[in-house]
């Protein structure tokens, strides 16, 4: 589970859409207190900032309908609490942009 702080529009098709799906299901997670997935580095860094999950996932809706995918997923804005910043990395940006260059995909960094 990884929500990448890459702007999306240098996200290959596979890493856009396979984050999205995986920040819906860490929206759940945290939302719903789910007891799977609490300690997981992603989990931790994002309790309290659903705010800025929230724009996170905005970004992604609006660079997923520019490339014509269909989205019908909304969150609710109402759930939408706590710090709109995200300012805590699971991996720095430069290690986040090393391991996407390494996959060889069709990501832009
Ligand atoms: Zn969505
Ligand atoms: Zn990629």
Not at 1 to 7: C, F, G, L, N
Not at 12 to 29: D, N, T, V
Not at 87 to 96: A, K
């Amino acid at each position: 589970m990884r929500i990448w702080d890459i702007p999306p529009e240098r996200l290959c098709r596979q890493h856009l859409l396979g984050e999205h799906r995986e920040l819906h299901a860490l929206w759940s997670i945290i939302t719903n207190n789910k007891k799977g997935y609490v300690h997981h580095p992603e989990t931790m860094r994002w309790r309290g900032k659903l705010k800025a999950l929230y724009l996170r996932h905005e970004v992604m809706v609006e660079e997923m309908k520019k490339r014509g995918y269909k989205h019908s997923t909304p969150l609710d804005p109402a759930l939408a609490t706590g710090n709109a910043i995200q300012d805590e990395f699971v991996n720095s940006y430069e290690e986040q942009v090393r391991i996407l260059n390494e996959k060889g995909c069709e990501c832009r960094v």
